[in-house]
């Protein structure tokens, strides 16, 4: 189980995130969501050990994660593919997914995973030796998905996957996330804009405003709920 407890992030004076509480239980899949600016990306980057916290804990399996170096954090098997998914726009999908295993020497785990990856995004696979930066955008968010998922991590971190992609993609692209939750239980922290579909993925959902978590729940209560309904469901 990853766990947070009464986190705090700070840049400089801003307070963007307020003493959140957040548990993500192995083999689920849990949302965050909120609006621009709500924290979301902010979070995550503190559970990768990308940003200092200023307060609170991260725990994983009961072990203090907090602020520690963050090719440690992926070495204990956490990684996130992240917002505006930076993929390396000069080097091949293949190079792409490789430099997503720089941390591993199972040299024959990685080729295996290569192929895992590729039975999930076989659009990869036909595009195994085009340059990363001339993918379509939602080709790079199934690239930066399968990126991470090559450091063969135990908890995914997703940063917006369905952010610029067209409605039929962004369909695939969560089929194909909670397909890989099933048939490998890998844990999934999934932060979105996209409330509805989000929620409709998950197991438990958190709603995070102005750096607060101001709701939780199991996922379909959530989406029935009338304050989540009004605010991130347009009604
Ligand atoms: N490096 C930074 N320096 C200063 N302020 C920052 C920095 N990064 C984020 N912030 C601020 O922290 C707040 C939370 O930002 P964050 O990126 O975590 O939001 P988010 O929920 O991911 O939003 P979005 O949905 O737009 O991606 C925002 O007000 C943002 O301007
Ligand atoms: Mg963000």
Redesign the pocket.
Known sequence: MLEIKDLQIH??S?K?IRGINLKVPDGSIVTLI??????????LRAISGIIKTAGGSITYNGENITNLHPEKIVKMGICQSP?GRLIFSNLTVEENLLMGAYTRKDKEGVKDDLEFVFSFFPRLKERIKQLGGTLSGGEQQMLAISRALMSKPKVLLLD?PSLGIAPLLVKTIFEKIVALNHSTGITILL?E?NANLALSVANYGYV?ETGEIILEGKADELAKNEEVRKAYLGE
């Open positions: 840049y400089g801003i963007a909120g609006s621009n600016g709500a924290g979301k990306t902010s979070t917002e917006e932060v804009q995070l």
